[in-house]
């Protein structure tokens, strides 16, 4: 079996056993989130030995160079040795200058960086408490329109960093966020293509910065988006929405909620998942977003795929939530 | 003469063909229990590498290959049944390419000859 070298010791790995999953049965304490190789939060670095290519995705070209890789899916086959990566490395401290609840649940946090943070609208940004605990939120800004970053925060029962968010933070604060990552964004060309957006609760965060960042850059084709949320007061743009509707013939809003007393349109109780598939009827040359909840991202990326879309039109971003919340 | 892989499109053919294949491989109450909650941008990949295979173009694989990538699937059940309707779904997506019968069936004896490895016999 192969093993790694922390701290000068020698530690080994079980079969199909991660570095990060070894280090923790160890005792160390090693900064993880997702465990699923999205957050970025495990970023080690090695700095002896070969780094499995799966270890290094979604990192950026000059962090792979440097032998950065995230420890949640690193099973490296030959000796490696690794160090923590330093606290820092990605980090860069921003203002609050918005701490706002839009419903119940959901608090919207507007961000100004200490410096500029380069990301395309759709990415999410990782968000730390403290050296140790971190939890990635997607943009709902797009860089070029807004002068903050925005990210809309659900309270997570028992989440050790929403609740904080939400309770403890406030206007003027200042928070450590983590470079912009993920490939769920708008991309020029085709503007005539139809376009789906679909998501629920804070999956609406994403497509709200691509539909914005579509439009800004000048998307002729229709723009279908798909809210779904468990009642209407979830939802939380519902205005928004509707002005950009009004304000874009090309930008079409939907509601799907599960349980509501009277609906007006477009509110409807009809499921999300049947409401995406009767708008796209042939969705073979569309592009699609899907985002939030990852049961509605995979089925229905699934069912657009079988319907005639193609996979590499298909682009998602499933919430993964962090083990111990 | 020009080889099997030119005669059916080469790259471009495998990139049309593999989600036309995906396709029917997912509708197929068949074979579709084994790709359940498979990651469907890899299985994409597979395929492509599976395709370029059997089409006859430039592959690395090897025996050894197709019987570690099947064992945990012979383990759940895959027998010649399957191997069967993926050879026929294989044939129906090159019949609707517009590939002609002979070369179809050179390239189901292709796949006919992984069969043993595959099933890990």
């Known amino acids: ?69 995230l420890a949640c899916s690193c099973e490296p086959q030959t000796p490696l040795r690794v160090v923590a990566s330093e606290a820092n490395i990605l980090r860069c401290p921003a203002t609050v200058i918005e701490h706002e609840l839009l419903c119940a649940d959901i608090l919207r946090l507007r961000l100004e960086p200490e410096q500029g943070v380069d990301y395309r609208a759709g990415q999410y940004i990782t968000l730390w408490k403290d050296d140790m605990i971190g939890r990635s939120y997607s943009l709902a800004s797009v860089a070029e329109l807004d002068e903050y970053l925005e990210l809309h925060i659900r309270r997570i029962p028992d989440g050790i960093v929403s609740n904080w968010l939400h309770d403890e933070i406030k206007t003027g604060d200042t928070l450590q966020i983590q470079a912009a990552t993920g490939n769920c964004f708008y991309i020029p060309g085709s503007a005539e293509q139809k376009m789906l957006l679909a998501g629920t609760g804070t999956g609406l965060a994403p497509l709200i910065g691509i539909a914005r960042d579509a439009l800004r850059q000048g998307h002729s084709g229709d723009i279908q988006l798909i809210h779904g949320t468990r009642q209407v007061d979830d939802l939380y743009l519902h205005q928004t929405l509707l002005d950009m509707a009004t304000q874009h013939a090309n930008f079409h809003y939907h509601a799907s909620v599960l349980q509501a007393d009277k609906l007006t349109a477009p509110i409807s109780t009809v499921p999300l998942e049947q409401r995406v598939m009767e708008l796209a009827t042939d969705p073979t040359d569309w592009r699609i977003y899907l985002c939030g909840d990852v049961d509605m991202v995979n089925t229905l990326k699934k069912k657009l795929f079988l319907a005639g879309a193609s996979i590499s039109n298909i682009y998602t971003d499933p919430f993964v939530s962090a083990p111990d919340a | 003469m020009s080889s099997l892989y030119e005669r059916i499109g080469g790259q471009a053919a495998v990139d049309k063909a593999v989600e036309i ?33 059997v089409f006859g173009g430039p592959n690395n694989y090897t025996g050894k290959d197709m019987r570690e990538g099947h064992k945990h699937l012979v383990a759940r059940g895959l027998n ?11 044939g129906a997506t090159l019949q609707e390419l517009g590939v002609v019968a002979e070369d179809i069936q050179a390239v189901a004896d292709i796949a006919n000859s992984v069969r043993d490895d595959v099933l890990n016999r």
């Open chain 2, 21 to 53: 294949f995906y396709r029917k491989v997912l509708a197929d109450d068949r074979i579709n229990e084994f790709f359940d909650g498979v990651d469907m941008e890899q299985q994409i990949n597979k395929q492509k590498g599976f395709l370029t295979m």
């Open chain 1, 1 to 69: 079996m192969p093993h790694i070298i922390f701290d000068e010791q020698r530690i080994e790995l079980d079969e199909g056993q991660t570095v990060l999953s070894a280090l923790l049965d160890r005792g160390y304490d090693i900064p993880n989130s997702c465990r699923a190789g999205v957050c970025q939060t495990c970023l080690m670095q090695a700095v002896e030995g070969e780094v499995p290519e799966t270890a290094q995705t979604g990192l950026k070209d000059t962090l792979k160079t440097q032998g950065y890789f």
């Open chain 2, 80 to 90: 010649d049944s399957h191997v069967d309707a993926v050879i026929e779904l294989l």
